[in-house]
């Protein structure tokens, strides 16, 4: 990859964190963290995923080949 893939991959995975927290703050996981104990699958997947991939954008941008 190279520093504009990075970047990309960055942004995206802001994005996806973006709407995680919002899906981890619903009322659905809300209940469903107070019911079961845990939030929902689809926040705890979105906010995975967008580490991840913030992670490796990051990780890419800083390194990457410049073309």
Same mark, same amino acid.
């Given at each position: 990859?190279?520093?504009? &893939? ?8 802001? *994005? =996806? ?5 919002? !899906? %981890? $703050? /619903?009322?659905? /996981?809300?209940? !469903?963290?107070?019911?079961?104990? &845990? ?8 906010? #995975? =995923?967008?580490?991840? #991939? #913030? *992670? #490796?954008?990051?990780? $890419? &941008?800083?390194?990457?080949? &410049? %073309?």
């Amino acid at each position: 990859m190279n520093k504009v &893939t990075g970047l990309v991959v960055l942004i995206v995975g802001c *994005i =996806l964190l973006y709407y995680g927290w919002k !899906s %981890h $703050e /619903s009322v659905a /996981s809300v209940v !469903s963290s107070s019911v079961s104990g &845990t939030p929902t699958n689809k926040s705890l997947w979105l906010l #995975a =995923l967008g580490l991840l #991939a #913030a *992670i #490796a954008g990051l990780f $890419e &941008t800083l390194r990457g080949k &410049t %073309h």
